[in-house]
């Protein structure tokens, strides 16, 4: 690989005493593993700038699975998570180290991610909504996209106070069959427009979402879910966003 490249770090873990592997999200090629030798040693000017949220701009060279970091700088400072908003940001980051293979060009997704965590760093109230339309986003491009819009069955425009069951690889059909694949039109819309005015489509949107990662994550839990359960307060009522 020659030539900078925009990317962030989605994960990262010691390899040796003084050096890192890390899973990088890049801008043209997709989900990328590095190693950046020397990067945990006392003088690495990188220490501090391979950090998850903090927006880089990365060479590597190497062939085959292995690649090793060439050069690497912060193009700002890491994007201001906390709190509730630096859980939802790992989930993210998670989220797309789970189901991107690697080396597989996604640069429509990559600015998806981007303006995710720009939104999520700019947040003052649930960040659920921003969750949900990536979440959206990124089943759109692993070619999972779904019409919204049509009935799967008879191709008829959605109808807002009809329901519609829900199947992996087909879409919505009409249904009078109530249970957890069922959503009313309105829920449809919502989804369509990327658009959630009340908690009632926001509830669909994720059941859906839910529904429909399944087949990517498979049954192994997601680590960032289990860590946001810890930290909201034990007699929290809210239902969390991830």
Known sequence: MEGWQRAFVLHG????????????????NGRVRILAKGARARR??????????TPL????????????????????????????????????????????EYETPFSELFFDYLHCIQALAADDGSPE?????FELALLGQLGYGVDFLHCAGSGAAVTTDMTYSYREERGFTASLVINNRSFTGYHLQSMAQGE?????????????????LKP?????PLKSQE???????????DIPPI
């Open 227 to 237: 860590l946001f359960r810890q930290f909201l307060p034990k007699k929290k009522a």
């Open 13 to 28: 873990r010691p390899w040796s005493e003084t050096s890192l592997l890390l899973d990088l999200f890049t801008e043209h």
């Open 129 to 133: 909504p921003i969750l949900r339309r």
């Open 216 to 220: 990517f994550l498979g049954g192994k």
């Open 57 to 100: 701009l990365v060479r590597w060279g190497g062939r085959g699975e292995m690649k090793f970091l060439r050069s690497a700088e912060a193009v700002s400072l890491a994007l201001p998570l906390s709190g509730k908003t630096l859980y939802c940001g790992l989930y993210v980051n998670e989220l797309l180290s789970r189901v991107l």
């Open 196 to 212: 959630f005015p009340d908690a009632d489509s926001l509830r669909a949107a994720k059941r859906f979402t839910r529904l429909a």
């Open 44 to 53: 690495s000017r990188l220490k501090g700038a391979l950090q998850p949220f």
